[in-house]
């Protein structure tokens, strides 16, 4: 927690919490009944997907949550 609040703000670990156990619970739920979310295609796409540039993704997120 400590190292979080170099970071984020209290607000913001809140969030991340929510989202993340949000997504846990989802991911768990999906796989245990064998729901496929996406088409093939799209997952075959995914996989492909591997090149995530840390700069862009923080001004996204800045965009779209942080600076609210």
Do not use: P
Not at 12 to 40: K, Y
Request: proline letters at 0%; a negative charge.
């Amino acid at each position: 927690m400590a190292e979080l609040k170099n970071y984020y703000t209290s607000e913001q670990i809140v969030e991340l919490t929510i989202v993340i156990g949000h997504n846990n619970f989802w991911n768990r739920f999906t796989d245990s009944l064998e729901i496929d979310m996406e088409s093939d295609e799209l997952q075959d796409k995914f996989k492909k997907s591997t090149n995530v540039d840390i700069e862009d993704y923080t001004n996204f997120m800045k965009d779209c949550w942080w600076n609210r």
